[in-house]
């Protein structure tokens, strides 16, 4: 029994790439989130990460220190009893998490013996870090208590984080305090609060406690809650900088106070100090995102992923935290939580000041985005059943033929988070566009039926896949078909190089059926994993560009466009740009048709209001304004047009052999055709059926081609030029079918690609002779020769077949031709006759022959014309 990682990172409440990382460093054989590794391993895991958290024994060690505290001091309990929750977070409970140190139950092997003793050397130096700054703390607070000598000097560089609390867990303003430390303390407290040769303190004794294990928490837990009330009444004369040094606030307190002589209660004056060492700020600026917001708590990313969990929610470590929630786990963590808004005026005096480095800018404002997932496969294996099941709409009965004729980009919700996928046609003839959906993608899901395996168009979308780069997970669908073979599809994988995960490699595999849902649950789960890991960002405030997956002519909207924002965010009234043509965004819509306002980053959304259609797979831009875009279209277009000009103006070298190859293909013959598509795509998807259609004798000339209506002016520039019409996925205009008849003009409409390329291969056929072809009748043998003077007959006997008067005929002997003319005369004993079947005797002249002999063979047979092959 296994678990995988990611769902073992779930459990502990870490995230799925640092556990990847802890067991890869602990030589567990894991290649990614979706490995797996045993359950023994996985449940000491989990013990070991919930050590933190469920720190209920020491903590319950500490509870009865600080009971035994509370006999001596009532007025503490109140305070500790309500900050004990808090303990585990507070800082010094952090530390012991931020080395490493593992505390594995017995017997449960997880760790090499070169971590174990690592580790143990990183405890041991733990400790004494924390000791050393106890003690120097414990001096300081000394120095300071004893406040006779005003040696202002600082004791000691204290670790900030430890310093503070013995001062604070000494809070209570009046009695003498060393009692209740040394009842609360533990024998080992006794040993070491002894170092210092001076006044024993209360202090030290709660330090004291070994810095992992302890629970310093409640102790520790009690300096938190701030009180800067009662500081300034009870601060000692000098000592103004104590051992306070990181919070500036804290200076300015203790200097205003200083001056007051009262002597009576050294002890909040380190109370002040420590408070102000303790609370710490940090400021951020939205979006709050999980993993800087760690890295400023100081935090390891995972801890504070459960702790917002636990909160409800699905934070991962590109989680956007919504500020309120974001301030309130700052306070608990000590720290007060700043949000600089953009525009505020702190803000906007500092972007005065400062030069605003774009890279950087374009850094801060990096935001997760969703994964843009292709879904790619041969013919009919179940894409688009598959990403109906996903979106539960069911697409695969709008489809003509049940074909996806061209790229779908939709958008899904999962466990709150977005996936953009694209739907691509298996047929081969749209091999651009899985070319250009792969590229755009940042996973690739590659759906293979378990009854068929690998096809051609499989290992095609798999070479794309492969070309871009793109992740790759292999869906292996259909498994609820009777004969589907999922190892069969696994040992193809294997002979590809991408071994599923199972099987020792790192193809994740998920077996799925579209048709009643199975595994697709666990598929979204494995693209959002894959997501996490791409740790997928952009900048939602850049000006917006992106890449058009496809155009159309919409009827009644005129060009549209479907496009996938990659940067920024593109909003209605945007100007754009993309190669010649340029746009003023007049409205769009998400993949349900519904107008929206705003697209950001990873949003597939359609776009009216183009010049034209622009090329799919070609990216746009927003620029300034509409009269830019426009100026940036029209010089697009005048380089184009260079361009092509001094192509056609400059020397060709002809050889001879061209030169003959030119004149042949003059003579060849040529179907010129005009090609009307609803789509883009669909343009190059005709183009490369009729580009695939190979001949000597004839050949294809698209002499135009464009998306839209098949309309009248294309029935008069295909009159004039000699050529047909052929639409895709199009209507005719009104009128254009009586137009064509009147100036003999073809116009052909297919649904279906298949069916458009065999009927273009009749066409060019039909421009080519017929061939002819021979169909043999019969055959007779010469019996007898008759010398009748002014001619001779053959006596025949009927082999085979049939003998007919006036048809076509040979006269072989042995193995040569003597002649061929027709059966001018064909007797049954004296009479004419029409025809005379096998076994039959009949007599034959053929015209204009005499020179029969006994034994010749008269083939009959007739020519049939047929058509050409190309
Ligand atoms: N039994 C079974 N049939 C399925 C499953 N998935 C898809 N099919 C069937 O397979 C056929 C093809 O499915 P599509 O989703 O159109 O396949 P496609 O890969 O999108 O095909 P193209 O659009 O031509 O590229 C349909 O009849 C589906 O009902 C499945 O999991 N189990």
Not at 10 to 21: E, F, H, P, R, V
Not at 626 to 655: D, H, M, Y
Not at 787 to 805: F, M, Q
Request: aromatic share 4%.
């Amino acid at each position: 029994m296994s678990i995988r990682i990611h769902e073992l990172a779930k459990k502990i409440g870490m995230d799925n790439k640092q556990l990847l990382k802890l067991l890869q460093g602990r030589n567990f054989d894991v290649k990614s989130v979706s490995s797996s590794i045993d359950n023994i391993s996985a449940d000491a895991l989990v013990e070991e990460f919930k050590k933190p958290e469920d720190s209920s024994a020491p903590a319950s060690e500490a509870e009865a220190a600080a009971a035994a505290s509370e006999e001596a001091e009532p007025t503490k309990a109140k305070p500790r009893k309500a900050s004990a929750p808090a303990a585990a977070p507070t800082p010094e409970a952090a530390k012991p998490e931020a080395t490493p140190t593992v505390n594995l139950p017995s017997g449960v092997f997880v760790k090499t013996p070169e971590d174990i003793a690592r580790e143990k050397a990183e405890k041991a130096a733990a400790a004494a870090a924390a000791e050393a700054a106890e003690k120097a703390e414990k001096a300081a607070a000394r120095a300071r208590a004893s406040a006779p000598p005003p040696p202002p000097a600082p004791v000691a560089p204290a670790p900030a984080p430890v310093a503070p609390k013995p001062a604070v867990s000494a809070p209570p303003p009046v009695p003498p305090i060393p009692k209740p430390a040394v009842r609360a303390a533990p024998p080992a407290a006794a040993v070491i609060s002894s170092p210092p040769p001076a006044p024993a303190l209360p202090i030290p004794p709660v330090v004291k406690r070994p810095a992992a294990a302890v629970s310093p928490a409640p102790t520790a837990a009690a300096p938190a809650r701030p009180t800067p009330l009662s500081a300034p009444p009870v601060l000692p004369a000098p000592a103004p900088p104590p051992v306070s040094a990181p919070p500036p606030v804290a200076p300015p307190v203790l200097g205003a106070v200083a001056p007051k002589p009262p002597p009576i209660s050294p002890v909040p004056a380190s109370a002040l100090a420590a408070e102000d060492d303790e609370i710490k700020h940090i400021q951020l600026k939205p979006p709050i995102i999980v993993r800087d917001f760690a890295a400023a708590l100081g935090l390891k990313p995972f801890k504070l992923i459960s702790e917002l969990n636990q909160q409800g929610g699905f934070a991962s470590m590109n989680s956007t935290i919504e500020e309120a929630v974001a301030v309130a786990v700052a306070e608990k963590h000590n720290f007060i939580l700043e949000i600089k808004h953009r525009g505020e005026p702190a803000e906007k005096k500092a972007a005065a000041q400062e030069e605003v480095d774009p890279e950087e800018e374009e850094k801060r404002n990096l935001q997760p985005r969703p994964p843009v997932v292709c879904i790619l496969g041969h013919v009919d294996h179940g894409k688009t059943s598959l990403l109906d099941r996903i979106r539960s709409a069911n697409v695969v009965s709008g489809e003509a033929g049940g074909i996806t004729q061209h790229i779908g980009a939709y958008q899904v919700e999962r466990s709150g988070r977005k996936i953009t996928f694209l739907d691509t046609p298996g047929h081969a003839a749209f091999t651009k566009m899985r070319a250009r959906g792969a590229h755009v993608t940042d996973v690739a899901v590659l759906v293979v039926a378990a009854d068929d395996g690998f096809m051609p168009q499989t290992d095609e979308a798999l070479k794309h896949a492969q070309e871009a780069g793109v992740a790759l997970i292999v869906a292996i669908n259909k498994i609820d078909v009777k004969g589907a073979n999922i190892d069969q599809v696994k040992t193809q994988m294997q002979q590809r190089n991408i071994a599923a995960e199972d099987w020792g490699g790192e193809t994740i595999t998920v077996p799925v059926s579209a048709l009643k849902g199975e595994g697709v649950d666990t598929l979204l789960e494995m693209i959002l994993l894959q997501a996490d890991m791409l740790e997928l960002q952009a900048n939602p405030k850049a000006e917006a560009s992106g890449l058009i997956v496809e155009s159309e002519i919409d009827f009644g909207r005129g060009p549209m466009a479907t496009v996938i924002v990659q940067r920024g965010t593109l909003k209605v009234g945007d100007a754009l740009v993309c190669g010649t043509h340029f746009a003023r965004v007049r409205a769009m819509f998400d993949d349900q048709g519904r107008n929206i306002k705003e697209a950001p980053p990873s949003t597939p959304v359609r776009v009216i209001g183009w010049s034209g259609t622009p090329d799919s797979g070609a990216t746009f831009r927003a620029v300034k304004n509409a009269r830019e875009a426009e100026n940036l279209a029209e010089e697009e277009q005048l380089r184009l047009r260079q361009v092509a000009t001094r192509a056609a103006a400059a020397p060709k070298e002809v050889s001879v052999d061209q030169l003959f190859a030119n004149i042949a293909a003059t003579q060849a013959r040529t179907l010129k055709v005009i090609l009307k598509t609803d789509v883009f795509g669909s343009t190059e998807a005709v183009r490369n059926v009729l580009e695939g259609i190979k001949s000597d004798k004839v050949s294809v000339d698209i002499i135009a081609n464009e998306v839209g209506l098949v309309t009248k002016n294309d029935v008069l520039m295909a009159s004039a030029a000699k050529a047909v019409v052929i639409g895709f996925h199009t209507k005719l205009e009104n009128g254009v079918t009586s137009m064509a008849k009147h100036h003999g003009v073809r116009i052909e409409t297919f649904e279906l690609i298949y069916e458009l390329g065999d009927k273009v291969r009749e066409m060019m056929a039909d421009l080519l002779d017929p061939d002819l072809k021979e169909i043999k009748l019969g055959g007779a043998e010469v019996r007898q020769v008759f010398d009748l003077g002014k001619g001779a007959v053959a006596g025949c006997l009927v082999t085979d077949g049939k003998v007919t008067r006036n048809v076509l005929a040979r006269l072989r002997r042995k193995k040569s031709i003597i002649h061929e003319g027709r059966v001018s005369t064909l007797k049954r004993y004296k009479d004419d006759a029409n025809e005379v079947r096998a076994g039959l005797e009949c007599g034959i002249k053929l015209d204009e022959f005499n020179g029969y002999e006994v034994g010749d063979i008269i083939e009959c047979y007739e020519v049939q014309k047929v058509r050409a092959t190309l």
